[in-house]
Structure formats: C-alpha cells, structure tokens
C-alpha cells in the first residue's frame, strides 16, 4: 500500500548530514512514525488527512502547498532524523541483531548518538515553533486544523503556544 508522504526519501540526505548512500528502506518508516506521530500531533488528523489526501490526488495547492513547503516539509526532515539516528547502526535480519562495523571506522559511544538525536529535535523543534507561530496567525486559512472529530487527533499544545486574547467589556 502506497502511504503518501510530505517529504522525499531524498530530502533527507539533501537538508541533513546524512549520507546520501544510504538505503531509502532504512529511512522510509522512520519517515512515516514522524510523519504519524510528530506532524500529526501539531497539525491535527484532518488538516495532516487533507493534505495527505491532496498529495496523492496531485492537487496540493495554494496555502496548502506553501505550508508543507515552508513548514511540515522542515519539521518533518528533522523529526526523521531523530527517530532514525539511534537505529542507523543496527541491522535487524533472520539471524537477530547485529551492529554493523567497517574496516576504517570506529563506531560510537551512546551519547555522541544521542547528542546527535538531541540536535536534530532542536532542530526539528525550532521549525515546529516557527509553524505554531504561523498558525496562530493564519489558522483562518486552513478550516481543517481546528474541526477534528471525537476521535481525531486534535492540534497539541497550539492553544497556549497563541497567547492570551483579552477582550475590552
């Protein structure tokens, strides 16, 4: 089943200091658990199911385009990054669990890898700021981002992210 995805398996190595000789297949469900789990979490179900939706059909336009270019897109690099890093050394095959090693590499300790991880949800963090900043602003122009169902998953921590609104008696 095809899933679709607001980044390429490319734009990874492109904005990230990953290699670019790495297998996309590694990658590719990292990329989807962020995809799922981070983005959904500040875009909500129906605004991340609409764009979803809009990709597949090839008719991703306007706002919408602008904000998966110049947020999700950005976001969603990073939250993969993150995700991916703690298991780019491990292999998981028929014959068990086995880290991978080179002739003219050394492998490294536990906190350079989590030092890693934790730079790149820094990262991540920061465009996820920029776009609840943006949404803030311009939720107005995607319908879908405050209508979520019951069982949807409703925008996280967007309303105080906002600011108090006072109104004059």
């Keep these: 089943m095809s899933y679709p995805l607001l980044i ?10 990953l290699n670019g000789n790495v297998d996309v297949d590694k990658i590719l469900p990292f990329l989807l658990v962020s995809q799922d789990i981070q983005i959904q979490n500040y875009t ?18 306007g706002n919408y385009l602008d904000l998966v270019n110049n947020h999700l897109k950005k976001m969603l690099i990073h939250f993969a990054m993150a ?3 703690p298991f780019a050394a491990y ?4 014959s068990g669990v086995y880290k991978k090693s080179s002739e003219n ?6 906190n350079e890898v ?4 934790e730079k790149e949800r820094q990262i991540a963090q920061h465009y996820t700021d ?9 939720s107005s122009l995607f319908p879908e981002y405050n209508n979520n169902d019951s069982d949807d998953m409703d925008p996280s921590d967007n309303a ?9 008696y």
């Design 91 to 94: 292999n998981i095959a028929n």
């Design 114 to 117: 989590d030092y890693l991880v």
């Design 130 to 138: 920029r776009f609840i900043a943006y949404m803030c602003k311009n």
């Design 44 to 61: 909500g179900t129906n605004l991340l199911d609409k764009i979803l939706a809009d990709i597949a059909g090839g008719t991703l336009a």
């Design 8 to 17: 390429t398996t490319e734009d990874i190595p492109r904005f990230t200091a």
């Design 105 to 110: 590499s050394e492998t490294v300790e536990k």
């Design 160 to 168: 105080f992210s906002c600011g108090w609104v006072l109104d004059k």
């Design 83 to 85: 995700e991916y890093l």
